[in-house]
C-alpha cells in the first residue's frame, strides 16, 4: 500500500534561512504528488504538485521541490524564510480510489529565536 | 472562485448522540472526500464519493457514515459518537485524473465528543 513518510516533526529555521523538508514516500508504480501548507486554525492550501515529467517543479511564494525515483523522495525547498512561512506542511500521494490522498503525519516549521 | 464550505465551523457533542457534518463544494467537482486531522497522523480518508449518490470507504471508515444527495453537498453522519472521533475533519472536493486532480479543502470542522 502507498504511504508518506515526513521524518521531521519540527524544523527550526531562522527569518532569511533556508529551509528543506523531507519526504520519503512508497508507491508502486509512478507517483502524483503534492505539497500543501496549513496556516492555524485553516484548512489545506496548495503549495506544489509534481505530475510525470520535469523532476524539479516549482510552487507558489518561492517554494520548489525536487522528485527522485531512485530514493523515493520529494523534498521541499525554499531559498529564502518569510515569517509567513511559519506553518504547518504536509507531503502528500495520490492514490487510485478517485485520486484520494494519503498524507504524511506533516512538518511544523517554527521560528528560531535568537 | 471555487470554494468549499463546512458546517458547523465548530461542535460539541455528547457520547451516544449523532453528528451530521455537511460539506458544500462550488467546484463542481465529482470527487469529494471526508478526511480527519489528529496530531501525528497527517489527514486520514474516511469516505469519497465519485459523485451523487456514490459513497465509497475510505482507510478508517468504521463508526462513520457518508451520503452525497447531490453534485454540491456531502455529509459525514456519526449515528453514535465517541469521545475517539473528536477531531479535527477537513472534507475536499477534486478529480481523477491529470491536471485537475488536485484537491481543494474546506476549513475544517473542529468535533469535541465529551
Known amino acids: 500500500a502507498q504511504s508518506v513518510t515526513q521524518p521531521d516533526a519540527r524544523v527550526t529555521v531562522s527569518e532569511g534561512a533556508s529551509l528543506q523538508l523531507r519526504c520519503k514516500y512508497s508507491?508502486?508504480?509512478?507517483?502524483?504528488l503534492f505539497w500543501y501548507v496549513q496556516y492555524p486554525r485553516q484548512g489545506l492550501q496548495l503549495l506544489l504538485k509534481?505530475?510525470?515529467?520535469?523532476?524539479v517543479v516549482q510552487g507558489v511564494n518561492g517554494f520548489e521541490a525536487e522528485f527522485s525515483k531512485s530514493n523515493s523522495s520529494f523534498h521541499l525547498r525554499k531559498a529564502s524564510v518569510h515569517w509567513s512561512d511559519w506553518a504547518v506542511y504536509f507531503c502528500a500521494v495520490r492514490t487510485g480510489f478517485a485520486s484520494a490522498l494519503t498524507f504524511g503525519s506533516g512538518t511544523k516549521v517554527i521560528p528560531c529565536l535568537p | 472562485e471555487a470554494a468549499v464550505t463546512q458546517s458547523p465551523r465548530n461542535k460539541v457533542a455528547v457520547t451516544g448522540g449523532k453528528v451530521t457534518l455537511s460539506c458544500n463544494q462550488t467546484n463542481n467537482h465529482n470527487n469529494m472526500y471526508w478526511y480527519r486531522q489528529d496530531t501525528g497522523h497527517g489527514l486520514r480518508l474516511i469516505h469519497y464519493s465519485y459523485g451523487a449518490g456514490s459513497t465509497e470507504k475510505g482507510d478508517i471508515p468504521d463508526g462513520y457514515k457518508a451520503s452525497r444527495p447531490s453534485q454540491e453537498n456531502f455529509s459525514l453522519i456519526l449515528e453514535l459518537a465517541t469521545p475517539s472521533q473528536t477531531s479535527v475533519y477537513f472534507c475536499a472536493s477534486g478529480e481523477t485524473w491529470g491536471v485537475y486532480a488536485e484537491q481543494f479543502f474546506g476549513p475544517g470542522t473542529r468535533l469535541t465528543v465529551l
Open positions: 508507491y508502486f508504480g509512478t507517483p502524483y
Open positions: 509534481y505530475y510525470p515529467g520535469d523532476p
